[in-house]
């Protein structure tokens, strides 16, 4: 059974940054994809960006450039990093498998705004 805890969540401005973390109890080794999604108040949850366990990154049209995603295998974490943040990116952050979607955790909310 592989959990995650999301963490790193916070307000700031507009134009600031922040890096989320994804806890992941249990082998990260057997998820192949994992990816970050985010859910605004009020829409569906979307993938905003994916990494597999060979490095490759996959990102939303929404956050490309300015959002990168990362694994430490050895940590059994994800990050995310959020630089240039705008009040759009304010939503509840979840990270999970991106193949095989399994128990969603608490997220951590993220808020921008001035």
């Known amino acids: 059974q592989v959990q995650f805890v999301e963490s790193g969540g916070g307000l700031v401005q507009p134009g600031g940054s922040l890096r989320l973390s994804c806890a992941v109890f249990?082998?990260?080794?057997?998820?192949?994809?994992m990816g970050w999604y985010r859910q605004a108040p009020g829409k569906q949850r979307e993938l905003v960006a994916t990494v597999t366990n060979g490095g490759t990154t996959n990102y939303a049209d929404s956050v490309k450039g300015r959002f990168t995603i990362s694994r430490d295998n050895a940590k059994n974490t994800v990050y995310l990093q959020m630089n240039s943040l705008k009040p759009e990116d304010t939503a509840v952050y979840y990270c999970?498998?991106?193949?095989?979607?399994?128990?969603w955790g608490q997220g951590t909310q993220v808020t921008v705004s001035s």
């Open positions: 249990g082998n990260i080794f057997s998820i192949y994809a």
């Open positions: 999970n498998d991106r193949i095989t979607v399994r128990s």
